[in-house]
């Protein structure tokens, strides 16, 4: 074999090896889940609005964020532990407070 052969032979061996080499799992950097939220919503604090009209929610500085329900109203099922809810009565008072 000529030395020309042999060198074209020894390159494309080494170019083999490189592209199995790329085929290898590259290294993934170990991701850390995030910290939860502190919950900062506290639905007992809000009890002695039950029975006030529900405007009276307008009025909260609450420091969370607040949903208002309707009676009859359809409730998504989504959860978030730091959202304060007030549903209403027929008569438009506040009916239940809850967090959700």
Excluded: W
């Excluded at 290294?27 to 006030?52: H, I, M, N, R, W």
């Excluded at 949903?67 to 099922?77: E, H, I, N, P």
Aim: charged share 15%; glycine share 8%.
């Amino acid at each position: 074999m000529s030395s020309v052969r042999k060198l074209h032979t020894v390159f494309l061996l080494g170019l083999g090896g490189l592209g199995l080499a790329a085929c290898q799992p590259a290294q993934l950097a170990e991701v850390q889940p995030a910290a939860p939220e502190p919950v900062t919503c506290d639905a007992s604090f809000y009890t002695y609005l039950k029975g006030e009209p529900i405007s009276v929610v307008d009025t909260l500085n609450t420091g969370v964020q607040v949903r208002v329900l309707a009676a009859d109203s359809f409730v998504t099922k989504d959860f978030e532990a730091n959202r304060l809810t007030f549903t209403t009565s027929p008569d438009g008072t506040v009916s239940r407070i809850f967090c959700g």
